[in-house]
């Protein structure tokens, strides 16, 4: 008759776990998306300049910086410009251009840097220009913790920062970072660092080594390539990589034929309609989801709109786009003309064309999120003022999505929770009345609720009590009222499978179908007089 007892107390630990990690919100997402003028904007760039980045970017497009800036196969890619310097009497006009260009190779996670190397010959010293696909390279240093975390590197830890603490490493450390960050397959990175030692008699491609490449646009192999044992037999890490880089290359392909080419809008047009949604906001992590998605034709009257305003011409941009007002189109092309033109009423001044375009019910939608990220920032900077002030700034939140409206009250219900506003918290949590249904399960605050036979009384005020009693049973109500719209019927065993799991109640004994018949044998939330205590 033990176990029974031994299962029971083992549930009450795993509900105590799950109460701990409730306690603590989740971090809200990193705002790694920009707005589509602040992706690959070359044209903030001087004439010269801008003539060799897009010459750049089209270059690393071709060979392996397709793979980092697409879909992040490859998180680091390197050569993509090199350049050489003499310390002995230096010019750094060409790093300094340099530097310049790699300024404006940025979109939502994707961002360029010039690395100077450790390695020198005599007074000659060598960079690269570098590109860096941060989502991917937070994955890789997540999955090889083992041997970055030593290093102070962890998620986040910037591209640059990365590369020159790997470039200082020993021989043997400094190629097994390079072969991780490179996107090599472990059995890859492991025979880098052993074939690569000083002194070797015999090197090379076979002598000593083969090597398994990639295929890229540019004919030719050895542009994402790494080396492999004589007579070695492809393994499934290989191949698994060969397999997610054809359809970023064929899609590439397609996206080149239109986008590349004398009179065409150029390299960094086609990342911005690979990179950027019907919105307007662009991230690396995107390129992967929008792989098979229509092109836009860069012959089109929007597309020529937004080149006209890349190219700083804002009174043709509006001219052309005032003409288009009145056209048909489809949603995902209207939304587009109505952010170019809200960009070009901006830039010429516009007033009231302006407020013609934002004369719509969602007319705050852009401006709440940016308000959101910038509350949540004041938050982090321990200033709460600043960060309720801009929460009340926020318009129409009754028009918000549902992830958005979750976000604002997430971010309202910690700031109450860091002014010690224990009711204001609560009432936040409870439900939000928004979305109708609970930031944290309602099973968890339930456990809690309980004290434990050795605790003795509670010493909690009776209000407190009421607040979480109260507080439970509304957030049951909402996962109730929620529970009814997917009509149990005969898939009930499933669907309540699935909420049970979903509300952290499985830890607790719940089976299939009796959450359903649970709720249903409830009154429902209209049926109830809602507590004194938060009423």
């Known amino acids: 008759m033990r176990l029974p007892v031994l299962a029971t107390l083992g549930l009450a630990a795993l509900a105590g776990s799950l109460l701990r990690a409730a306690q603590a919100p989740a971090p809200l997402p990193t705002p790694t998306a920009v707005y589509q003028t602040q992706c690959f904007a070359l044209d903030r760039?001087?004439?010269?300049?801008?003539?060799?980045?897009a010459e750049w970017l089209e270059a690393a497009l071709d060979r392996e910086g397709l793979y980092t800036l697409i879909g992040g196969l490859k998180p680091i890619s390197t050569g993509i410009h090199s350049l050489k310097f003499d310390s002995a009497q230096p010019d750094l006009a060409g790093l300094d251009q340099a530097r310049r260009i790699a300024a404006a190779l940025s979109c939502g996670g994707?961002?360029?840097f010039v690395h100077i190397f450790a390695a020198a010959s005599g007074t000659e010293r060598f960079a690269d220009v570098v590109l860096v696909n941060q989502p991917a390279l937070d994955h890789t240093l997540r999955e090889h913790r083992a041997f970055f975390a030593p290093l102070g590197l962890t998620p986040g830890t910037?591209?640059?920062?990365?590369?020159?603490?790997?470039d200082h490493l020993p021989r043997e450390q400094r190629y097994r970072g390079l072969g991780h960050l490179f996107g090599f397959p472990n059995h890859a990175v492991d025979f880098f660092v052993e074939a690569t030692v000083p002194d070797k008699p015999v090197v090379g491609p076979g002598k000593d080594r083969d090597f398994f490449s990639v295929p890229v646009f540019r004919d030719g192999t050895n542009y994402f390539v790494w080396?492999?044992?004589?007579?070695?037999?492809?393994?499934?890490?290989?191949?698994a990589i060969v397999e997610k880089a054809a359809p970023i290359l064929k899609s590439y392909r397609e996206r080149r034929a239109q986008f590349i080419g004398p009179g065409k809008s150029g390299a960094a047009e086609l990342l911005r309609d690979w990179l950027c949604d019907n919105t307007g906001m662009c991230a690396a992590d995107r390129a992967l989801q929008r792989l098979s998605t229509t092109l836009r034709s860069p012959d089109s009257p929007l597309s020529r709109a937004s080149q006209l305003l890349r190219d700083r011409k804002p009174a043709e941009a509006a001219r052309l786009l005032k003409e288009l007002a009145s056209q048909p189109m489809d949603d995902e092309s209207a939304r587009r003309r109505r952010l170019l033109s809200e960009d070009a009423a901006v830039r010429t001044g516009d007033a009231a064309w302006l407020a013609r375009l934002s004369d719509r019910p969602d007319r705050y939608w852009f401006a709440n999120g940016y308000l959101v990220f910038t509350a949540y920032g004041y938050m982090r900077a321990s200033d709460l003022p600043a960060a309720r002030e801009y929460l009340s700034r926020i318009k129409d939140t009754d028009r918000m999505d549902d992830r958005?409206?979750?976000?604002?009250?997430?971010?309202?219900?910690?700031?109450?929770?860091?002014?010690?506003?224990?009711a204001e918290e609560l009432g936040l949590r409870t439900g939000l009345p928004?979305?109708?249904?609970?930031?944290?399960?309602?099973?968890?605050?339930?456990?809690?609720?309980?004290?434990?036979?050795?605790?003795?009384?509670?010493?909690e005020p009776a209000s407190t009590i009421a607040l979480r009693e109260t507080w439970t049973r509304r957030s049951w109500q909402n996962t109730c009222a929620s529970s009814t719209r997917t009509r149990w019927g005969a898939s009930s065993a499933t669907i309540s499978s699935q909420r049970c799991s979903r509300s952290g109640v499985r830890s607790v004994g719940c089976r299939a179908g009796s959450f359903a018949r649970w709720c249903s044998s409830r009154p429902s939330s209209t049926d109830r007089r809602p507590s004194p205590a938060i009423s």
């Open 434 to 459: 928004l979305t109708g249904r609970p930031l944290i399960r309602p099973i968890v605050f339930a456990s809690r609720s309980k004290p434990s036979r050795s605790a003795g009384p509670s010493r």
């Open 110 to 112: 994707g961002s360029a």
């Open 404 to 422: 958005e409206r979750r976000r604002y009250h997430s971010l309202m219900a910690r700031i109450a929770q860091l002014e010690q506003k224990p």
């Open 45 to 53: 760039l001087e004439p010269a300049d801008r003539t060799l980045a």
């Open 227 to 239: 080396a492999v044992p004589l007579g070695h037999t492809p393994l499934p890490a290989d191949t």
């Open 158 to 166: 910037p591209g640059l920062q990365v590369m020159a603490m790997i």
